[in-house]
Nanobody
Framework: DVQLVESGGGSVQAGGALRLSCIAS?????MGWFRQAPGKEREGVAS???????DYVDSVKGRFTISLDNAKNTVYLQMSSLTPDDTAMYYC????????????????????WGQGTQVTVS
C-alpha cells in the first residue's frame, strides 16, 4: 500500500487560511482530500489527477484549492475563508486506475489513507 503522511493542520479563526500537505511514498494516479467531522460521515473534499484535473465538493468551491507536485508525490490543499463548518479531521487518500481511464478521480475507490490532520476553525 501507498504510505501517506499529512501535515499542516491546526487551529485558526474564522476567515483564516491553512495549507495541508500530504506526502505519498509512491506514485498514484489520483489523490484526494477527505474530511470527517464529529458525528458526521466522511466526505470527499477535493481530488486531483496527474494531468491537473480537479474536483471539489460544492461547499468548498472557490475557497479550497488542491494541487499536486508530481515530482515530490505531494498533494496540497490550500484552504481559505475558513468557517467553523470546515472543522474536521482531514485525510489524504490515494488510488490508482488504468491508464485508459480518463474520468474524474472523484471520491470513491480510494484504497490508501493517511492518519489524518485536525483542522479546527473557531
Amino acid at each position: 500500500d501507498v504510505q501517506l503522511v499529512e501535515s499542516g493542520g491546526g487551529s485558526v479563526q474564522a476567515g483564516g487560511a491553512l495549507r495541508l500537505s500530504c506526502i505519498a511514498s509512491e506514485y498514484s494516479s489520483c489523490m484526494g482530500w477527505f474530511r470527517q467531522a464529529p458525528g458526521k460521515e466522511r466526505e470527499g473534499v477535493a481530488s486531483a489527477d496527474r494531468d491537473g484535473r480537479t474536483d471539489y465538493v460544492d461547499s468548498v468551491k472557490g475557497r479550497f484549492t488542491i494541487s499536486l507536485d508530481n515530482a515530490k508525490n505531494t498533494v496540497y490543499l490550500q484552504m481559505s475563508s475558513l468557517t467553523p463548518d470546515d472543522t474536521a479531521m482531514y485525510y489524504c487518500a490515494a488510488k490508482s486506475r488504468p491508464v485508459w481511464d480518463r474520468s474524474s478521480c472523484g471520491s470513491t475507490g480510494y484504497n490508501s489513507w493517511g492518519q489524518g490532520t485536525q483542522v479546527t476553525v473557531s
